[in-house]
Structure formats: C-alpha cells, structure tokens
C-alpha cells in the first residue's frame, strides 16, 4: 500500500450539522454518537473491540434509556445480541473480535416515545489482510480479448445532439448516442467539455447502479476545471426521457428479480447482459479519443458503486487510460456468500437478491465479470474511496478489490460514510486527476508561457 490517507469526519462535528448528514434520517431529532476505542475504527485479528453510545434528542444528551443490539460479521447475521442501559449519557458495547480479518457490524435500536430508532457501526480487524472469494479463470483475459476484437468490427459513428439545457457560458454539453458491442447495440450519454479551444483530458464516467434519469449539471465542475467528460448511461435508453417513464422501465427492468439487468442471462458468460456493458464502456473511451480537442495523453475512469467497478474494469481493458478513480466498488467478490462466513458483494446474488441461486454455472459466469479479477490486472495508478457503514457495498468487499490492486494506489477512507460521498471527496477525486504528471507538466508549461509573453510585452 502506497499511502493509506483516514479521512474521517469527527463525531462530535457532526452532531452541530447532523440533520443534514446522510448517515442519519433528514431533519431528524435524533442523533447517535458511536465511538469505537480505536480512533480509526481499525483492530487486529483477535483484538476485542468495543464502542461508546450517546444518544441525543432535539440536542439534548438522553440519560436511563435502554438499546438493544446485535452484532454479527458484515451483511451476515447477528451471532450476538442483548441490551445496554445509558447512564451520565453514555453506554459501552462490548463487539468482540474475529479471528479472520474482516468487519463486524452493530446495529442498534431505541424506542423514545413509541418510536423505534436505529444506528449501526462496522469495525474492522486487519483488514488490509482480506483475500477475495473470487478466483480468476485460466481464459479470463482471452474471453475478453476476443470481445474487444468483435466489438472493434463495429463502426463507430455517434449520433451527437447539441444541449442547450445542459450548456453554460464555459461549458458545452451533447446528448450523445454511442453503437456498441453488436449491431442494433447502442448506449447514450452527455458529454460535457470547455467552450474554449484547446487540447484536454478526458474522463468517462460510468452510471451508479439502476436504470434512471441522468443530469450532467452534477459534474459539471469538470468540464469548468478543464476536462472533457462523458456520463454513459449503460441500457440504451435514452436519458432525456421524463422521469415516470423512467420509472416504468425501472420497474420492470431494474429491480432485483429474475428478470432485473443484473440477472439477464446469468447462466452462462456470453449470454450475461454485462458483458453488453463492458464493452459500453471501452466504446465510451474510443468515443472520447476521436474527439479533435483530446490532448492525446490523458484518459481517466471515475465512477461510484457500479459505476466506479465500471470504471475499474474498463481501466483493465482499455490500455489507453492512465488513471483510475473509483468509490466503493459494485459487483465485488459477487460469489462470495456461498463461502462459509464470507460477505459477498453488490448485488448480493444468493442473499440479498431474489430468485438467484449462486450455482456451479452462475459462479462460474460471475468469475469472468467480478470486478476483483479486473483489479488484479490494472497496471495504472488508482484512487480508492469507502465507508466502513455502508450496507450496499460493504467495506469487507471494497477491501477485497483494493488489497489486489498491485499499481500504485492511494485509499481515502470515510468511516462514518454508508452508500454516499460527499461534495468534498468528488472534488478531492478531480484534484488527484490533476496531479498526475502529464497535466501538471501541461499546467506548468502554460504557466511559463504565459510568463514569457508578459516579460516580452
């Protein structure tokens, strides 16, 4: 691990502006304070770990009220549980250890006026240790080779549409629809860029899991900051449809059945809808480096959930890019619950997810599109970014992906942080785009310049 940076919002911060956090309900009276003996939330194997409760009501420390708990190993079920009473305001937790490096989970409850509340916190123990259920098939580079070379056969000519809605006075935005994988096979997307002429680098962004409306206003701070972006979206739908169609789609398309995108053809790997998906991505980047205003040099992934095991993937295939940034990997050590006490990652097939039974062929089948088996062929710089309370994404999997990434990589890890990141983070990702050296010696050239033409006037 090249640098491991814990970034972790103070508890006690968080209480003066915790109605706006995501962590707790919007404009709730009730905040939690749960502080585990270790600062960073982190214990060796066979360490004992415990944590400190407060609860508040209306700003008020509560005092003499019972919480119920449970605890048990990341997304499996509790193996303890029982009651602590508050007293001078606080209450200790005793949450054990484990002997395999992983995370454990508390989840807590109190009733205050008839009303049930809930709060949970994960801790890890050395989980810089955690191995991957997932195990890479002998043919996996040459399976996806061969699809890249299919996918090449296909002319790229996108459909581009100027969008006025989305356009600025810095910045230019197009709805873009892009051919891909096969014949009759397409996705969209909004590319955003400078409205000044010059030469730049190019970002593609894959969507965060769902099928849902797109807005390129979000990241638009890249295009202001110099980059070229591109949003995809993944179903070949077009996302300047209004949000109720979307919706009908949704519900017949993206929910966690048989018939949900995560599940279309799961029984065998060329019939698996991701590989569709894959292959949109690596055409989002063939996109990007036919535009005339790309400086030549710089292309960078960046996405959240399933975005960012997008982005990863796409970074092992696409040898054009040169930097990855990604939050919380989806589709990470997906087989992993039918190993005895292991936490599998989003979307939970064989847990979580309905009618998917985790079977020879399925495993099989997700062996050959796991973001972990990406991971351990990138051969770029990546930037990581997790939560240890996330439920969707467990730490236990991001950790997974991160430990086998052997380039160079750097980690910001939010404990405190479920399924989200913050405005800060996104721009601290665009931030360490802009170290990378090509764009800095790029940045400094133009400095000097600029410096030469003042002195020669």
């Given at each position: 691990?090249?640098?491991?940076?814990?970034?972790?919002?103070?508890?006690?911060?968080?209480?003066?502006?915790?109605?706006?956090?995501?962590?707790?309900?919007?404009?709730?009276?009730?905040?939690?304070?749960?502080?585990?003996?270790?600062?960073?939330?982190?214990?060796?194997?066979?360490?004992?770990?415990?944590?400190?409760?407060?609860?508040?009501?209306?700003?008020?420390?509560?005092?003499?009220?019972?919480?119920?708990?449970?605890?048990?190993?990341?997304?499996?079920?509790?193996?303890?549980?029982?009651?602590?009473?508050?007293?001078?305001?606080?209450?200790?937790?005793?949450?054990?250890?484990?002997?395999?490096?992983?995370?454990?989970?508390?989840?807590?409850?109190?009733?205050?006026?008839?009303?049930?509340?809930?709060?949970?916190?994960?801790?890890?123990?050395?989980?810089?240790?955690?191995?991957?259920?997932?195990?890479?098939?002998?043919?996996?580079?040459?399976?996806?080779?061969?699809a890249l070379e299919?996918?090449?056969?296909?002319?790229?000519?996108?459909?581009?549409?100027?969008?006025?809605?989305?356009?600025?006075?810095?910045?230019?935005?197009?709805?873009?629809?892009?051919?891909?994988?096969?014949?009759?096979?397409?996705?969209?997307?909004?590319?955003?860029?400078?409205?000044?002429?010059?030469?730049?680098?190019?970002?593609?962004?894959?969507?965060?899991?769902?099928?849902?409306?797109?807005?390129?206003?979000?990241?638009?701070?890249?295009?202001?900051?110099?980059?070229?972006?591109?949003?995809?979206?993944?179903?070949?739908?077009?996302?300047?449809?209004?949000?109720?169609?979307?919706?009908?789609?949704?519900?017949?398309?993206?929910?966690?059945?048989?018939?949900?995108?995560?599940?279309?053809?799961?029984?065998?790997?060329?019939?698996?809808?991701?590989?569709?998906?894959?292959?949109?991505?690596?055409?989002?980047?063939?996109?990007?480096?036919?535009?005339?205003?790309?400086?030549?040099?710089?292309?960078?992934?960046?996405?959240?959930?399933?975005?960012?095991?997008?982005?990863?993937?796409?970074?092992?295939?696409?040898?054009?890019?040169?930097?990855?940034?990604?939050?919380?990997?989806?589709?990470?050590?997906?087989?992993?619950?039918?190993?005895?006490?292991?936490?599998?990652?989003?979307?939970?097939?064989?847990?979580?997810?309905?009618?998917?039974?985790?079977?020879?062929?399925?495993i099989r089948t997700?062996?050959?599109?796991?973001?972990?088996?990406?991971?351990?062929?990138?051969?770029?710089?990546?930037f990581l970014t997790?939560?240890?309370?996330?439920?969707?994404?467990?730490?236990?999997?991001?950790?997974?992906?991160?430990?086998?990434?052997?380039?160079?990589?750097?980690?910001?890890?939010?404990?405190?942080?479920?399924?989200?990141?913050?405005?800060?983070?996104?721009?601290?990702?665009?931030?360490?785009?802009?170290?990378?050296?090509?764009?800095?010696?790029?940045?400094?050239?133009?400095?000097?310049?600029?410096?030469?033409?003042?002195?020669?006037?």
């Open positions: 691990m090249k640098r491991l940076s814990i970034y972790f919002l103070v508890l006690f911060s968080l209480f003066s502006f915790g109605v706006n956090a995501e962590n707790y309900p919007y404009r709730s009276d009730l905040l939690w304070v749960t502080t585990p003996d270790h600062t960073d939330w982190l214990y060796k194997t066979g360490e004992k770990a415990k944590v400190t409760v407060s609860v508040y009501e209306f700003g008020i420390l509560q005092d003499n009220l019972e919480i119920a708990y449970k605890i048990g190993q990341d997304c499996l079920d509790p193996d303890d549980e029982g009651t602590v009473r508050l007293k001078d305001g606080k209450a200790e937790i005793v949450i054990g250890t484990m002997k395999k490096p992983g995370f454990r989970d508390c989840q807590m409850s109190v009733n205050i006026s008839g009303k049930t509340h809930t709060h949970h916190i994960k801790v890890g123990f050395s989980p810089e240790k955690i191995v991957p259920y997932t195990q890479m098939p002998v043919d996996f580079k040459a399976f996806w080779k061969e299919e996918q090449a056969k296909l002319p790229l000519k996108p459909e581009v549409t100027f969008a006025p809605e989305y356009s600025s006075e810095k910045v230019d935005c197009y709805l873009v629809k892009l051919p891909c994988y096969r014949p009759g096979h397409s996705v969209y997307g909004y590319l955003t860029k400078p409205k000044e002429k010059g030469k730049y680098p190019v970002v593609v962004s894959p969507p965060g899991a769902g099928v849902k409306p797109m807005n390129p206003l979000k990241t638009m701070f890249y295009a202001e900051s110099g980059f070229i972006r591109f949003d995809m979206e993944i179903h070949g739908i077009n996302p300047s449809l209004d949000a109720n169609t979307y919706k009908d789609i949704s519900r017949t398309f993206g929910d966690h059945y048989p018939n949900g995108y995560l599940a279309n053809g799961i029984q065998d790997k060329d019939t698996y809808y991701m590989k569709k998906v894959y292959m949109a991505c690596v055409r989002a980047v063939d996109y990007l480096c036919s535009l005339p205003e790309w400086d030549g040099k710089n292309v960078f992934a960046q996405g959240g959930s399933q975005g960012g095991a997008l982005a990863i993937i796409v970074t092992a295939l696409d040898s054009r890019i040169n930097g990855c940034i990604a939050n919380h990997p989806a589709l990470s050590d997906m087989a992993g619950y039918v190993g005895k006490g292991v936490t599998g990652g989003y979307p939970h097939f064989g847990r979580k997810y309905k009618g998917i039974t985790l079977t020879p062929e399925v997700l062996s050959y599109y796991d973001v972990v088996n990406f991971a351990r062929i990138v051969t770029v710089p990546v997790w939560g240890y309370n996330d439920n969707v994404c467990p730490p236990t999997t991001s950790y997974a992906v991160y430990n086998v990434i052997t380039s160079p990589k750097e980690a910001l890890i939010t404990p405190i942080n479920e399924h989200w990141t913050s405005d800060n983070t996104r721009y601290v990702q665009r931030d360490w785009i802009k170290k990378t050296p090509e764009i800095k010696n790029q940045d400094t050239y133009l400095f000097s310049w600029f410096f030469l033409l003042l002195f020669l006037i």
